[in-house]
């Protein structure tokens, strides 16, 4: 029998806005096992952060309307409050932020809101909670660890600061640690170093990952499967290596053959045409229709299912055939 999977969500929706609402999620649905990584890909706009700040309850109440279920271990996340909620942040799924610069608070140093993290998760006092937070610097590869537990979030470089946002993340050991772009601000040789951290702790501590990315380099460095999603919706999910082997949807392909490659060099490098749709104006049909070389009729008016077939989940009324070409 099949373990259950550690998250589950089912027909998820997100809807921001008054009277001119934005539908950034809609009927999403996926799973990921205990000790999986998922790569989302897709452009801006297509709703990867989102999903991942509605898995850890961070859209504000007032302007935001959430519909579907989602557990983590069973548990219905949308059912915690109050102590429950608290102690699932963190200490079930943490989350590493796009900028941690913006994450740190600027007046405490690093050690200081690490072991405030710990603390308010577990009940140590305050040398143990320290001393957890200069062995989670070390195990991010820190250099001088000891020294930079005192050190403010500006007395940092980029690249260090993130792995101090990724030491933050795992100081209470969670099970699912959601990451939102953690390479963007970072240069190429920086980005490879973090990458393969955070690989290396994945695998040391047996958590889950989601991993959010416009870039597909950083996708197959890190990720299982791969789920691709435009307009707030999964248009394609596979294991790593199908999926860039032979991408069934449209948006996809182009994706894939708009990464820069050595078998690029020279030519003009192949984008897909167009904008994402109006997410306050989603057409009745596929939202990638208009901006599609193969659409038809029916795409143009009836919206496809996401089909499950094996590992991969499709959601495409006319999908490439097999062993086409990505990247």
């Given amino acids: 029998m099949k373990p259950a999977p550690l998250l589950s969500v089912r027909g998820l929706g997100v809807q921001f806005g008054g009277e001119r609402k934005v539908e950034a999620l809609s009927d999403l649905s996926f799973d990921l096992g205990a000790g999986e990584v998922l790569g989302m890909l897709g452009e ?18 007032r302007t935001t309307r959430i519909t579907g279920q989602v557990t983590v271990g069973g548990q219905d996340v949308f059912a915690l409050g109050g102590a429950e909620l608290q102690r699932y942040r963190g200490a079930t799924v943490a ?18 809101q690490i072991a405030e993290s710990v603390r308010a998760h577990e009940a140590v006092d305050g040398a143990a909670a320290r001393a957890r937070a200069l062995e989670m610097l070390e195990r991010v590869q820190i250099p001088q660890a000891r020294r930079r537990l005192d050190a403010y979030p ?3 470089s980029g690249g260090m600061r993130q792995r101090a946002m990724i030491a933050l993340a795992l100081a209470c050991r969670p099970r699912l640690l959601l990451a939102d772009e953690p390479t963007t601000a970072l ?54 290596g199908a999926l860039v082997a032979s991408p069934r949807h449209p948006y996809t392909a182009g994706l894939l053959a708009s990464a820069i490659g050595t078998a690029s060099r020279g030519r003009p490098l192949p984008t897909v045409g167009g904008s994402p749709p109006d997410l306050s104006a989603l057409p009745p049909g596929c939202a990638f229709a208009q901006r599609c070389g193969a659409a038809r009729a029916r795409c143009r008016a009836e919206l496809p299912p996401l089909a499950h077939e094996g590992t991969q989940a499709l959601a495409c009324w006319h999908p490439l055939p097999l062993g086409t070409a990505g990247a």
């Fill in 154 to 156: 500006h007395e940092l």
């Fill in 187 to 240: 240069d190429a040789t920086v980005q490879i170093q973090i990458l393969l951290l955070l690989r290396e702790l994945q695998r040391e501590m047996g958590m889950s990952v989601i991993f959010v990315t416009h870039d597909i380099g950083a996708a197959v460095e890190v990720a299982d499967r791969i789920a691709v999603m435009y307009a707030g919706r999964i248009v394609e999910e596979n294991a790593v």
């Fill in 95 to 112: 989350m590493v932020f796009q900028e941690p610069g913006l994450a740190f608070d600027p007046v405490y140093t690093i050690g200081a």
């Fill in 44 to 61: 801006s706009g297509s709703g990867k952060s989102v999903t991942l700040r509605t898995l850890l309850r961070l859209h504000a109440p």
